[in-house]
């Protein structure tokens, strides 16, 4: 068993969370960093704080931020949510809340780089402004989402899953 990340820990005791789970905590730590680095870009930009080059700074911290963010949502998705499908069900409850989390943040990052990708080097400042909420709105969905996964998800998860299953979920997750 692991200590799950002291750094994560929100006060209410530690629940001592097994190696995948773990994992998927201690992920959380580099992702946040670099969301509240990306929010402070933004909020830069909302203050019209030399806007364009700021904005310059966004598009290529967007990218590298995704590109972490995408296997660790894999891990999740198509591990840890479909092992706990078996016992909370499909399409409901806590699994379909965290998916669709995963998609509101997905869909808000897909416009930012649809808007940027149409007028590349054209964008207005309003338009600047624009691309930076989609991004602000995913690091408010991103943040909450990791809060309720590091507080309910992961230690319900612990509970309820079999020693076997969370070998199983650490063996899988090291595969992605």
Do not use: W
Not at 70 to 87: A, K, Q, T, V
Not at 128 to 157: G, Q, R, W
Request: charged content about 30%; hydrophobic content about 40%.
């Amino acid at each position: 068993m692991m200590q799950g990340c002291a750094s994560t820990m929100m006060g209410n005791g530690t629940v001592t969370l097994s190696e995948g789970l773990a994992q998927l905590k201690c992920e959380h730590i580099p992702l946040l960093e670099k969301l509240h680095g990306l929010f402070d870009i933004c909020s830069k930009i909302d203050k019209n704080e030399a806007v364009k080059e700021n904005f310059a700074q966004l598009e290529p911290a967007v990218s590298t931020f995704i590109a972490e963010l995408e296997p660790h949502s894999e891990r999740e998705e198509r591990i840890l949510f479909r092992m706990m499908e078996r016992y909370l069900g499909v399409g409901m409850g806590p699994i379909a809340v965290m998916e669709h989390e995963h998609t509101q943040a997905k869909l808000l990052i897909g416009r930012f780089f649809e808007k940027t990708a149409e007028k590349r080097d054209h964008l207005s400042l309003d338009e600047m402004k624009e691309c930076s909420d989609f991004i602000k709105n995913a690091y408010f969905t991103l943040t909450d989402h990791f809060s309720k996964e590091e507080n309910v998800l992961f230690p319900m998860a612990e509970n309820m899953l079999s020693d076997e299953e969370k070998a199983e979920l650490a063996e899988k997750i090291k595969q992605i």
